[in-house]
């Protein structure tokens, strides 16, 4: 039988994996300066618009479905 964990261990620990992923690392699963934020800083607006192929949408389209998706 397992042991239950409490709900602010689990919301604290969700919240530092989601908070890793996207800006700060802790090194849980990233290795420092690979955040969502750190890998999209270099580029610019220019480059995020451009399109790569008729099959992919750009950089920017796909960086704003994220965004959609953390609300």
Do not use: W
Not at 10 to 26: G, L, P, R
């Amino acid at each position: 039988m397992s042991t239950p964990i409490s709900v602010q261990l689990f919301t604290e620990s969700y919240f530092q994996v989601f908070d890793e992923a996207f800006q700060n690392v802790y090194g849980v699963f990233l290795d420092k300066g690979n955040s969502l934020f750190e890998t999209l800083e270099p580029v610019t607006a220019e480059q995020a618009s451009r399109v790569i192929s008729n099959k992919c949408p750009t950089l920017a389209a796909q960086v704003k479905h994220v965004f959609f998706l953390s609300l």
